[in-house]
């Protein structure tokens, strides 16, 4: 956790409401693999990290609420019977989202001020969204002391993503914000949304992040797109979600569909695949097996799937040819953000180096690295 981050929404609440706030860390989170089999009811392989949102919350003796974003230097005043989706809103819809979910289910909230503060860099698909709508409904379920689960809390998350921010995302990155273990790994099945943790021994290796500092536009209608292409396919194979497809059943509609989307089911029956693969490789030790599941998983997204970019693949290309990387694929929704990197520890500063020699020459700008520590989930700072 960023002490130098606690105290700083620490201090801005005490000096703007005069008052001590209960406070809350809500991690972001990498993901192994399994991406885009959430919403298909599938299996991912994510974990929360040690970088996450700040929030710090108290009831409020005004007629309205108050929330304030330290990072952006921007603060936003609503009331609670007059909430609405905001046009381009960014973080705000996040707020609102929340609260609104929170008062569909009749829940009693009161007036409220909130300021808070992250540092996961935003677009790099390290879920701040997640961890921020998390932090939210946490710190308002204390406060106002709502009685919800932690797992009531998420579908709250999700919901507020899905109504006020407009993105049909799946249940992967709420989840593992809020139930996140430290140094583990969480094997989350999203149709039943439980886990199980594995502690995972990389020996000389570790994982690494690469952010293209890039996020094109369009990422979330193509989003959406691509569920509801997935969705179609289960209708059309009479079948509740892609997760109970098998390519045996797919190839029946070989004829009957566009290629395109064919292809996109394709990629998630057998991500699936390797996520289930990826639990054997680690109960197998064979770290060169995960690694080259990283790279299909990879190939996947960027030829079947379509939602890599160049920049993307320029990272997961640099790889490709270094010894001492054993996989390497883009992370989270796509179309810029994070690649992961499995490579041995010894290596990492060489290959920061090259890569980001290459990565300015090829598109004139710079990428990032970050080293995440594997971090417990949502909760209380005391
Ligand atoms: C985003 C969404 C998740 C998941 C990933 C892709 O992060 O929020 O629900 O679908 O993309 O795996």
Known sequence: ??????????????????????????????????????????????????KGIIAGVQKSDSTFCKAI???KSDSY???????????????????????????????????????????????AGMSSSAALENSIVFALNEVFHLGLSKRKM???????????????????????????EKKSVLLLDCRKINS?????????????????????QLSES???????????????????????????????????????????????????KRVKETVKAINN???????LLLYQSHEGLKNLYKVSCDELDFL?????????????????GGFGGCTINLIKKSEVKNFKKETLKAYLKEFNKNCSFYSIKLSEGTCLIK
């Open 316 to 332: 997961v290309d640099q790889t490709k040819d270094n010894p001492y990387i054993l996989g390497a694929r883009m992370m989270g």
């Open 285 to 291: 030790k064979n770290l060169k097996m995960i690694g």
């Open 196 to 216: 199980i943790s594995f502690k995972i021994d990389f020996n000389d290796y570790k994982l690494i992040l690469i952010n293209t500092n890039v996020k094109h």
């Open 77 to 123: 005043e609503f009331k609670l019977n007059n909430l609405k989706s905001l046009k381009n809103g960014g973080w705000k819809n996040y707020v609102l989202g929340v609260v609104f979910e929170i008062l569909k289910l009749d829940l009693k909230l009161g007036n409220f001020n909130l300021v808070f503060a992250g540092d996961i860099p935003e677009g």
């Open 222 to 272: 193509a989003y959406n797109n691509r569920r509801i292409v997935c969705e179609n396919i289960s209708k059309s194979l009479k079948i509740r979600a892609l997760r109970d497809a098998t390519e045996n059943n797919l190839n029946k509609l070989l004829k009957k569909i566009p290629n395109e989307d064919y292809k996109k089911a394709l990629y998630v029956i057998q991500e699936n």
């Open 1 to 50: 956790m960023n002490k130098k981050l606690i105290k700083e929404v620490k201090d801005s609440f005490l000096n703007q409401f005069k008052k001590k706030p209960i406070l809350v860390f809500s991690p972001g989170r990498i993901n192994l693999i399994g991406e885009h089999t959430d919403y298909n009811e599938g299996f991912v392989f994510p974990a929360a990290i040690n």
């Open 69 to 71: 974003a330290l990072n």
């Open 154 to 180: 998420i579908i709250i998350s999700q919901k507020a993503e899905h109504n006020y921010v407009g993105v049909k995302c799946g249940i992967m990155d709420q989840y593992s914000s809020m139930f996140g």
